[in-house]
């Protein structure tokens, strides 16, 4: 687990996101517990659970984003869920142990990558060992009882001038044969699964594996594309995948974090049938999972205790006291993100280092365009964000993507042909191109 101060954590989101000071604080304080715990003794490790996050706000103000950032941050294992694409054991559909299955491959990702680089370097000899018997194989006249002039020290000579050269980078298109293996793909007719199918597939995949030979092919390729191939087979060679597996399990079970977003849409309404009843059940399935239970996966058992959950909702329709008493104490810290104003909107289109203006500058860039924004522009396409959101529903940030796709629209059509330029958009230009659209309550629903 990374060594981050709850104020490094912030400072970090406040990098990519504007305001929703609370929550990145929030995260931020859950994030350090993570690490805290770790510096615990063994006893008392166990005893300490993670305090939950409920972000309550609409759409579009940053808790998918927050979400995000964070898993770029905390190089833990993350995975990000929507609550509304799971139904109740026994229906169709995705079960949501499932997730816990999605985490502990996120962490056999993060940890292969570890010892990857660990034997990445004895994997480049082995492939370059490799090469050059692909390239100056071994003569069969050095085979017990037959006569030849070519002599072993001959044909170490050839082989060290032909090493020579593949280190010079004077052989990447010669062409070699290797070897490679074709994988057998599991067929699973729809269904076939049932309650809890994707583990299933997993494993009638792993024992199809075992069971039929493998199939080997052989494949002509250049020095350059063959080094490649003899790479990833190396490293598969060196890796110790039961060792792989067992961290990543630990890695999950102790450091995983798993945000679930659309919870309000697992509340089910008053008196509900069909699928409200099927929400029901989601709800009463996640409790476990996220109280602390055991799920079994392909690489093993995997204990949900120490697992972080950060949940999100909209909560438009409902309130988070709708949803069952047992899961709302399993969110102790509730978290409310406010509506964005027209000066956030002038401050996501400006502050962070990737926001939208820069990004689009520098697209155009590439086609030697030269785009400027001026400070007025910036207001004015706030201003209308901001109106847009108000006058039909309101989205949040997102309204600035369409926004900004309308207002550049024609000079991206144009910019290819335009060779090179720099063009200014300033308030008039973002007024000339919009505030039709955006007084057009019906036009603008559809387009912006």
């Known amino acids: 687990m990374k060594n981050l101060t709850p104020r490094q954590v912030v400072s970090e989101l406040d990098r990519h996101i504007v305001g929703q000071a609370d929550a990145k604080k929030s995260v931020a304080i859950a994030i350090r517990n993570r690490w805290r715990r770790q510096q615990l003794d063994d006893d008392l490790r166990k005893e300490v659970n993670p305090k939950n996050i409920l972000m309550i706000g609409p759409t579009g103000v940053g808790k998918t984003e927050i979400a995000r950032r964070l898993a770029k941050l905390t190089e833990a294992p993350f995975i990000k869920v929507e609550a509304s694409k799971y139904t109740?054991?026994?229906?169709?559909?995705?079960?949501?142990?499932?997730?816990?299955?999605?985490?502990?491959?996120?962490?056999?990702?993060?940890?292969?990558?570890?010892?990857?680089?660990?034997?990445?370097?004895e994997a480049k000899q082995r492939v370059e060992e490799k090469l050059v018997d692909l390239l100056a194989p071994q003569p069969a006249s050095f085979d017990v009882g037959v006569d030849s002039s070519d002599s072993p020290e001959r044909y170490e000579r050839t082989r060290e001038k032909m090493k020579a050269m593949l280190l010079g980078g004077e052989l990447e298109n010669r062409n070699?044969?290797?070897?490679?293996?074709?994988?057998?793909?599991?067929?699973?007719?729809?269904?076939?699964?049932?309650?809890?199918?994707?583990?299933?597939?997993?494993?009638?995949?792993?024992?199809?594996?075992?069971?039929?030979p493998?199939?080997?092919?052989?494949?002509?390729?250049?020095?350059a594309e063959a080094r490649k191939v003899l790479f990833d087979q190396q490293c598969e060679a060196l890796i110790n995948q039961e060792k792989v597996n067992a961290k990543a399990?630990?890695?999950?079970?102790?450091?995983?974090?798993?945000?679930?977003?659309?919870?309000?849409?697992?509340v089910s309404s008053e008196g509900g049938r069909g699928a409200d009843v099927s929400r029901q059940g989601v709800q009463r399935d996640l409790l476990p999972i996220v109280e602390g239970t055991t799920v079994q996966t392909r690489y093993g058992y995997i204990k949900t205790d120490h697992i972080l959950f950060v949940a999100a909702g909209a909560f438009h329709t409902t309130k988070p006291s709708e949803l069952m008493p047992e899961l709302q104490g399993r969110f102790p810290i509730r978290v409310e993100l406010n509506d964005?104003?027209?000066?956030?909107?002038?401050?996501?289109?400006?502050?962070?280092?990737?926001?939208?203006?820069?990004?689009?500058?520098?697209?155009?860039?590439?086609?030697?365009?030269?785009?400027?924004?001026?400070?007025?522009a910036i207001e004015a396409l706030a201003e209308f964000a901001y109106q847009v959101n108000q006058s039909t529903q309101n989205i949040g940030a997102r309204r600035l993507h369409t926004i900004?796709?309308?207002?550049?629209?024609?000079?991206?059509?144009e910019a290819p042909d335009m060779g090179s330029g720099k063009v200014e958009v300033n308030a008039a230009y973002v007024k000339e191109r919009l505030e039709e659209i955006a007084q057009d309550e019906d036009l603008s629903k559809f387009i912006l």
Not at 181 to 208: C, S, T
């Open 88 to 121: 109740e054991v026994g229906y169709y559909g995705r079960d949501v142990e499932s997730m816990i299955r999605e985490l502990v491959e996120n962490a056999i990702g993060l940890v292969r990558e570890q010892e990857l680089e660990s034997v990445k370097e």
């Open 404 to 413: 900004m796709e309308r207002l550049l629209e024609d000079l991206s059509f």
């Open 176 to 212: 070699v044969e290797i070897a490679t293996e074709q994988k057998v793909q599991a067929m699973v007719m729809p269904g076939m699964g049932g309650p809890g199918g994707d583990q299933m597939d997993f494993d009638f995949q792993g024992m199809l594996e075992k069971i039929i």
């Open 214 to 223: 493998k199939n080997v092919v052989r494949r002509e390729l250049t020095v």
């Open 340 to 376: 964005l104003t027209k000066d956030d909107f002038v401050r996501i289109l400006s502050e962070p280092k990737n926001s939208l203006t820069r990004q689009y500058s520098a697209l155009l860039n590439t086609e030697g365009v030269k785009l400027d924004f001026t400070e007025d």
């Open 249 to 266: 399990v630990d890695l999950a079970e102790n450091t995983g974090i798993i945000f679930i977003d659309e919870l309000d849409k697992v």
